[in-house]
């Protein structure tokens, strides 16, 4: 099903919702209008997790990848963001062979599952994930699916699409499509965004 931008916010609250789809189709611009939507509805920011693992954006090859819940709402820094040392890697697009893909996803695995532990000893009632296959390059669907459910409000992206694919990485990006593909049977708001 496409997401349909036309709706109200009000319409996702109480519910588990996943945008998926190609780089540049809005998703995490979506999801920071969600919760531009919240705190301007006055929901207490502190009861809004935000979770952010996408990488700052940048451009490779041409290519425009990343971007963060602030970079579209600033006031986003009022809430409850879980954050962790140093940055996320895109690691198909940062790598220059196998060892390095692998290696760059193992650190952003480290990152991200860090603080949905963080989240998950201390949920709220919302909960945001802007990026969520960089999680899910390593890191278990069923530990990221158990998490989302200690949330009430659910609100988040993920990447599916070829356009970041490289020669060596057919095998990251088929693990990664399947388990997109899991994680959008297992919500039932799951929207396309191409």
Sequence with gaps: MEFDNSKSFSEYINQHTLLYGE???????YTALFVQFLVESNFNPLNIT???????????????VGGRIEDFYE???????LYFKG????????STNLKELRENARNNYSKTHQILEEYAQN??????????????????????????KKARTFFGNTYYGTSINRNFTYEFSLKEKKLIEALVDKIDGSYSTD
């Design 50 to 64: 935000i979770l952010d693992f996408a990488p700052k954006i940048i451009t490779i090859n041409g290519l425009k």
């Design 87 to 94: 940055e996320i890697v895109p690691p198909r697009l940062s």
């Design 123 to 148: 949920p709220t009632s919302v909960l945001i994930i802007n990026d969520i296959s960089i999680y899910l390059h390593l890191g278990k669907l069923k530990y990221l699916l158990k998490t989302i």
């Design 23 to 29: 780089t540049n189709t809005k998703k995490t611009y």
């Design 75 to 81: 006031k986003s820094n009022a809430c409850r963001n």
